[in-house]
């Protein structure tokens, strides 16, 4: 009778035999870690006072979209608004700003791993260096500040006060800023030192408020608007201003993103690109996004070439996403979920 | 209890062929004597004590399972508001005892934040009745009535209900009244702790909890055989925690704060009949984004208010009635950026009443309103009702009606605009009663159009800003069936509403959120001597909520069930028993705040 079940495991033995001996010569097969390991997340942050933050997968080929990835995984609402992710290993950490938490999840299979909810209060970004997460956390009429936590085991390890608002926070070769502005009123940055998590010298900008900071190759730069013209600043990681690109006539410009050694950025409903090097202001937009004023260009960035735009309707009902090559020209559209705020490569 | 109910029917009936409204206002007293000549032309439900009690959670229920109105509720007990043939919370206006008591700021009311047993009576209107009630009044009104007798003289009534999830609800009302002199003073306190589970939905209804309390002082005083003066105050307070979905998030809370005041001088012969009023009102609300923290936005609002309202009867034929209106608006914001605002506005408003013959009646009325530097465009009704013969009557209703910006829509730093029209609709509704033996039946297909409908939208630079956006269509039909039999010992009743509604945004060719196509409520109860039994039951259609009609975001349909006994034990006591949501149905009237699952409440009234 045990007969045939000892057949099978020998089968199952020589089978396993030869893949590995079949794979021996070769480079050792990777396994795939999960259903979202080639891919961009999109972010949905939702609508306040409501769980319906929510993350969209779109695969690399722009081919295969799924929907809610969250509550797919792990069977329950994700949270109340959505504001970003930051990546460290195989975990996704997602920040959800009134839901006062940060929930950790496994990047390739989108399972929950861990919360982080000690000492969060409304969080807006984070961003992880040596071995550390930093969020900053910026309440309505209350206090601001960034908390910091262990890496290894999400424990609360400090938290620095701010007097000022606490938006972005990014990590540039090895050091922490975090904007002190928002919806454009501030022009400062405050650097904390990881290695001591003690705050070091302010950066203060010449022109302009900040709309956005963002981090690439080690350097930080950050987007400021003027009632006429616009700036780029590229500031080093000892908190030097080693650049100033003036964007000539272009007000209020808000997003920034980097790709392929080019800016990206916009202004209104009017995306624009300029090589890093260059000095002279586009004055042709490669996109004109149509909709709701604010809404139409509510999630933007730039990913391997391809410009992500969400058009959040006014709120009231699913983003649309558009895709755009660098050279303005549809590549695809559809519609994630409320709030469409990101676009993050897996 | 019953022969009051006919009693009151015959009166009305009375007072709508003769105008002879003193008839009336001998007997009992209600506020709003412009109510009764809606009646004839307009879908009006009355809902009395009775019909309160059987629904004592809050208005909301009431409205809910027995009237036409759909009603949008953030979780039980929380923010919720009405739409009327598929209009929105803001063209919909409350009423006080005949006075137009929507937020100056919002532009609309909070049910939630009425104690439902501060008022004697509910009254439900269907239809636009901008030329009597001003702004807001475009898909319907919600009439909250107080009442005075005479004659009666003294009389006191107590109500006491506990209920799941740690409610408390109550009412005294006392009442002293003679030929001259009539006084009431009443009492309401409310508080629940409102922690209900819905564990299919994984949802615990977290800070639900509220409570608020309600005193009226009402009196009335026949001067003379044509004068009488009469006085109604509402003192209200409430405390409303908004749900929380996870016990991470922060906890906030409203507290609102109302006083009312509202004198009538009211003047009567036989051919003149002229009411002048005097209100003064005031709204606080306080909401603190942080339970344990200082308020983080408020206002306080005052209105001024002088209303004349002169009804002079040529003969039984004829009539006319002008209505002159002053106000004066006051509000000052807290962390809004509204600083001390304030608003002149008046309207002048005639109509006539024409009943050329017993069996045909008609109504026309024009209105102009003036309001401090906004564009208000002058307003119009027609009515007319044809009893064809004894069973059947024909009624035809059209209006322009309107609301002009709140004061939110105006002053709100940032993201105000002076510059927003007030919205306008036209309407026409068709009503046609059938009445056959204790059966009645009304049946009225209605059309709505809404233009400039204010909507506020984020800007370019991300400010949320209304504007003169939409517009919307929407046509429908309400229908109701009633049915009332005495027979010996017992009494039964039923009645079954259905509400077709088709509403849709005219530039997106979409359907209004929130708005379900289909709503059927049903109310049966059944009396033997000194016990009664009740049932309700509501079925809404499928409702979208987001402005794309994505099924995936829609409620799905359901059909709720409570059901009740009372029983008389003693002379003056009465002991009741409700199981609400019998079937467990697990709905939602707002997407992620689910209502509760079965739950009870258990009381007792007594009249002495």
Known sequence: MKFPKILSSVLALTLLFNISCRTESDEPIELPKGAYENGIFVLNEGNFGTPSASVTFLSNDLATIEQDVYKKNNGTDLGDVLQTLTYNGDNAYLVLNNSNKITVVNRYTFKKTGEITAQINQPRYITIANNFIYVTNDEYLGPKSVTIYKLSDLSFVKKIAFTDTAERIVEAGGTIFVQNATFGFGNTLTRINPATNEVAPVVTLPNGNINKTISNNSTVYTIAAGTTDSYIYQISAAGTITKTTTLTGISNATNLDIDGGKYYFSSGNKVYSMDMSATVTPTTPIVTATGGQYSALYGFNVINGKIYTSDANGFTADSKVTVYSTTGSVIKTFEAGRATNGFFQN | ?608
């Not at chain 2, 269907?126 to 807001?136: K, Q």
């Not at chain 2, 009633?482 to 509400?499: C, E, H, P, R, T």
């Open chain 2, 1 to 608: 209890m019953n022969l009051k109910h006919h009693f009151s029917s015959v009166l009305l009936c009375c007072i709508s062929m003769s105008f002879a409204q003193e008839v009336a206002i001998d007997t009992v007293y209600i506020f709003d004597s412009q109510l009764k000549n809606s009646k004839k032309f307009q879908k009006i439900s009355t809902l009395n004590e009775e019909d309160l009690l059987k629904n004592t959670a809050n208005i909301s229920d009431v409205l809910r399972f027995q009237s036409s109105v759909y009603i949008k509720e953030n979780g039980r007990g929380a923010v919720s508001s009405p739409s009327f043939r598929g209009t929105t919370a803001q063209q919909t206006a409350f009423i006080w005892n005949g006075i137009n008591v929507n937020s100056i700021f919002l532009g609309q009311g909070d049910i939630n934040n009425l104690n439902l047993l501060g008022y004697d009576q509910l009254e439900v209107k269907s239809g636009g009745g901008s030329v009597i009630y001003g702004s807001g009044a475009i898909g319907g009104s919600i009439h909250m009535n107080n009442e005075l007798a005479f004659n009666k003289g003294f009389n006191t009534t107590l109500f006491s209900e506990f209920g799941s999830f740690n409610t408390f609800n109550s009412f005294l009302k006392s009442s002293y009244s003679d030929e001259k002199l009539s006084v009431k003073v009443s009492g309401n306190f409310v508080k629940s702790d409102n922690d209900y589970d819905v564990p299919e939905k994984n949802y615990t209804n977290l800070n639900g909890e509220y409570d608020n309390r309600n005193f009226n002082l009402g009196a009335a005083y026949r001067i003379n055989s044509k004068n009488t003066i009469s006085w109604q105050t509402q003192i209200y307070n409430g405390v409303q925690h908004y749900p929380i979905f996870s016990e991470s998030v922060t906890k906030t809370k409203y507290i609102a704060d109302t006083f009312r005041s509202l004198v009538n001088w009211n003047f009567h012969t036989e051919k003149v009949q002229n009411i002048f009023r005097l209100a003064y009102l005031e709204d606080e609300f306080q909401y603190f984004s942080n339970i344990n923290k200082a308020k983080s936005s408020g206002g306080s609002a005052k209105i001024y208010l002088a209303k004349n309202d002169f009804n002079y009867i040529l003969n039984e034929k004829l009539a006319f009635n002008f209505i002159g209106e002053y106000q004066l608006n006051k509000g000052q914001g807290f962390q809004s950026g509204i600083t001390n605002v304030e608003r002149n506005a008046g309207s002048i408003a005639g109509l006539v009443r024409w009943n050329p013959s017993q069996k045909v009646n008609f109504e026309a009325g024009l209105k102009k309103d003036f309001v401090e530097a906004i564009e208000t465009p002058v307003l119009y009704s027609f009515s007319g009702k044809v009893n064809v013969n004894n069973w059947y009557s024909l009624i035809f209703n059209a209006s322009k009606n309107f609301r002009f910006p709140s004061f939110n829509d105006l002053y709100w730093q940032p993201g105000g605009n002076l510059d927003l029209k007030s919205e306008t609709s036209l309407q026409a509704d068709l009503g046609n009663r059938f009445q056959y033996k204790n059966f009645k039946l009304n049946v009225t297909p209605f059309y709505i159009n809404i233009e400039n409908m204010i909507r506020w939208l984020p800007n370019s630079g991300g400010i949320w800003s209304p504007s003169n956006i939409n517009n919307v269509e929407s046509y429908g039909l309400e229908s109701q069936l009633d049915f009332v039999k005495d027979f010996g010992k017992n009494n039964a009743k039923f009645s079954l509403g259905y509400i077709y509604t088709n509403s849709k945004n005219v530039e997106t060719n979409r359907f209004l959120s929130y708005v379900p196509k289909n709503k059927i409520f049903g109310n049966a109860s059944y009396r033997y001597d000194f016990i009664e039994i009740y049932a309700q039951g509501m079925f809404n259609g499928l409702t979208f909520t987001s402005e794309d009609e994505k099924l995936g975001s829609a409620l799905k349909s359901y059909f709720v069930m409570n059901a009740g006994l009372h029983i008389k034990i003693l002379k003056h006591y009465q002991i009741g028993f409700k199981a609400n949501n019998l079937f467990d149905q697990i709905y939602e009237t707002t997407a992620y705040f689910p209502l509760p699952k079965r739950n009870y409440a258990a009381n007792l009234l007594i009249n002495f």
